[in-house]
T-cell receptor, first 109, second 114 residues
């Protein structure tokens, strides 16, 4: 089992729809969870972080964390073509930040 | 500096040669990370420096890989006797440390081993 698992996609959604990206992790002791966005040929950039169970909202983005299920998700409301990118889930395990392999999101105009 | 700076941006080398990749983190950031990303893949952790603590080298794939961080700032990742499977983008990131993993990434070094 990978330490941080994501569906590779691509996840295709129409413009204006809600995109839902999911991530599971193996270390039950993990405390910090992050979502990074990576455009093709560019470096990852941090878009959301969450530490506590529940939802955290920032603009069109909502991060959701369920530590009991070892599950973290990212919702993007009113998806735009500019949201098309790979979204990387990252989890603070017992050592350095561990990344999933990413989910590629395509928002269709 | 304003951001994490990496050099060179591209490096082409022949199999068996040694290469050095440089990372200059954001001023004041105490934590520095190296990751590797192969085409279409996620980020593979290599090594992590935090302040004056011993680095976490648990991600280095072989003893051909090593890294140093001088004066708590600039870091150099060295790959000896490069192999074709070492071809990837090598990404450096820094953070304020102390358990804060909000990483700021450099633009990476694209390494191609022929």
């Amino acid at each position: 089992q990978k330490e941080v698992e994501q569906n590779s996609g691509p996840l295709s959604v129409p413009e204006g729809a809600i995109a839902s990206l999911n991530c599971t992790y193996s270390d039950r002791g993990s405390q910090s969870f992050f979502w990074y966005r990576q455009y093709s040929g560019k470096s990852p950039e941090l878009i959301m972080f969450i530490y506590s169970n529940g939802d955290k909202e920032d603009g069109r983005f909502t991060a959701q964390l369920n530590k009991a299920s070892q599950y973290v998700s990212l919702l993007i409301r009113d998806s735009q073509p500019s949201d098309s990118a790979t979204y990387l889930c990252a989890v603070n395990m017992r050592r350095a930040l561990t990344f999933g392999s990413g989910t590629r999101l395509q928002v269709q105009p | 500096g304003a951001g994490v700076s990496q050099s060179p941006s591209n490096k082409v080398t022949e199999k068996g040669k040694d290469v050095e990749l440089r990372c200059d983190p954001i001023s004041g950031h105490t934590a520095l990370y190296w990751y590797r990303q192969s085409l279409g893949q996620g980020l593979e952790f290599l090594i992590y420096f935090q302040g004056n603590s011993a680095p976490d080298k648990s991600g280095l794939p072989s003893d051909r890989f090593s890294a140093e961080r001088t004066g708590g700032s600039v870091s150099t990742l060295t790959i000896q006797r490069t192999q074709q499977e070492d071809s990837a983008v090598y990404l450096c990131a820094s953070s304020t440390g102390g358990g804060n993993e909000k990483l700021f990434f450099g633009s990476g070094t694209q390494l191609s081993v022929l």
